[in-house]
């Protein structure tokens, strides 16, 4: 009987020490899982720096596409003048050394 007892609170013991690890093991998954979540939420949220960015972005875009329109208006109007005959040059223009 006395061995019965000895095995028994083995057993126990065991039992006792695993179901105390799982049970921290448990705790501290889920206190890492809050800390990845709220890590998680502040960086999808878009901030100051963020929003003045896409802001500056779009304002750089923007004077992008207008540099690309007057560079074509510029060929257009360089095309047409190379397609006709040039002025002739104003001979009273005073030249000065460079």
């Known amino acids: 009987m006395n061995e019965q007892v000895v095995m028994l609170a083995v057993a126990f013991a065991v039992s006792a020490t695993l179901n105390l690890a799982l049970g921290l093991g448990w705790f501290s998954t889920l206190r890492r899982l ?3 979540e709220k890590r998680e ?16 972005v779009d304002g750089l875009g ?34 000065t050394p460079t």
């Open 34 to 36: 809050r800390r990845l």
């Open 41 to 56: 939420a502040a960086l999808t949220a878009p901030d100051e720096r963020t929003e003045r960015l896409e802001r500056e």
């Open 62 to 95: 923007a004077q992008l596409d207008q540099l690309a329109s007057g560079q074509e208006f510029l060929n257009r109007v360089i095309a047409e003048r190379l397609g006709r005959p040039l002025p002739p040059a104003d001979v009273s223009r005073e030249i």
